[in-house]
């Protein structure tokens, strides 16, 4: 069953249109990977699918336009992680993973101990345990990031949208955030994410969707996508591809195309 489904999705920002014509699906319990070259829409697709821009055409959410769903709504069901991230004041860590739990709290509510203990078991399983009262400035790119992952993951969305967010981890923290999601994944939650490591991609996402200037260009196994004819015409790399198991891919690449 389709948690997510859109028809004819169009996006324009300041008249230009960034997307058009999309017919997708994202099937609940299941890791969609959005792939495509830089400016080929995907953080918009993943802000629409969010509920933070206008469309035209049909985007529901659990068969419910995502147009009419409230804010608060949303964001029990929908966690989005940017790819970047600004934060004007200087927050304790702990502060700011609890903003996760805000959509499940009534206007005058504080944050009990069970919101404290989810907030400090998503920080330890992303390797941030003890940094409950760091000061969030004084934290590395990659340990930041890593907090506002926290932040999602507390939130206790059914869909969690990922913008790339592993690209400011080193190689250690990235395979184990992708297998901590993919955990997730098994535990029955959605996940919709852009991903710039075509052979990540393959590894961990169950399907794959591909945009080129605004279009969905192919969707389908990692194995069906990832073709020589499709590194080819859409990221204009000369490469083989090549099974490594029966869960992954890898490519060898060639040399660039004009």
Known sequence: MALVDASGLHVSLNGT????????????????????????GKTTL?????GLLPFEGTLHLE????????????????AFVRQTHAVSFDFKVIDLVLLGRAPHKTLFSVYNHADQERASM?????????????SFHSL???????????????QEADLLILDEPTTYLDVHHQFEFMEYVRS????????????HDLEM????????????????????????VLTPDLLAKVFRM???????SDTSLRISYARSLP
Do not use: C, Y
């Open 238 to 244: 000369e490469a083989a591809v090549f099974d490594a």
């Open 46 to 50: 993943l802000r629409t699918v969010a």
């Open 122 to 134: 998503a920080l330890s399983q992303l390797d941030l345990g003890g940094f409950e009262n760091r």
């Open 63 to 78: 068969g419910k336009d995502v147009s009419v769903w409230s804010r608060r709504a949303m964001a029990r069901r929908v």
């Open 184 to 195: 997730l994944v098994r535990a029955g939650k959605t996940v919709f994410g852009a991903m």
């Open 201 to 224: 991609a393959a590894r961990f996402a169950d399907h794959l969707m591909v945009l080129h200037k605004g279009r969905l260009v192919r969707d389908g196994t990692p194995k069906e």
């Open 17 to 40: 249109a960034i997307l058009e014509a999309l017919d997708f699906d994202l099937e609940k319990g299941r890791w969609h990977g959005l792939l495509g070259p830089n400016g080929s």
């Open 140 to 154: 590395s790119g990659g340990e930041q990031q890593r907090v506002f992952l926290a932040q999602a993951l507390v």
